[in-house]
């Protein structure tokens, strides 16, 4: 299995991105996928995830400002990031669940996820 980022960069406060993450080996249909950063010096932390049916979740520190979604036919995940904070400057990862560890409700835990991307840094300016 091999998830791979895309679409991070620099931007100005208040500006847009959209992240990508194409997986190979891993069939996104009916799958549990979510969206993870990490800030120098902080722990991970789930920002969204998507479960089976497409129900989705988000930390209370994106709601309304992220969106995730799902693109079977492409086998991607994406990101769409509106409304930008510097406090949303991190590396953004990609992560997916294993079957039998896939919930209907997403799950914004880490353990919950065996397979991981390299990540991909996003940097907000004031």
């Known amino acids: 299995v091999q998830l791979v980022e895309s679409g991070g960069g620099s931007v100005q406060a208040g500006g847009s991105l959209r992240l990508s993450c194409t997986a190979s080996g891993y069939t996104t249909n009916r799958a549990c996928m979510g969206w993870f950063r990490q800030a120098p010096g902080k722990e991970r932390e789930g920002v969204t995830a998507i479960g089976p049916y497409g129900t989705t979740r988000n930390a209370d520190s994106v709601k309304g400002r992220f969106t995730i979604s799902l693109d079977n036919a492409e086998n991607t995940l994406y990101l769409q990031m509106n409304s930008l904070k510097p406090d949303d400057t991190a590396m953004y990862y990609c992560?997916?669940?294993?079957?039998?560890?896939?919930?209907?409700?997403?799950?914004?835990?880490?353990?919950?996820?065996?397979?991981w991307g390299q990540g991909t840094q996003v940097t907000v300016s004031a």
């Open positions: 992560a997916a669940a294993l079957a039998r560890f896939c919930t209907l409700i997403p799950d914004l835990s880490s353990t919950v996820y065996s397979y």
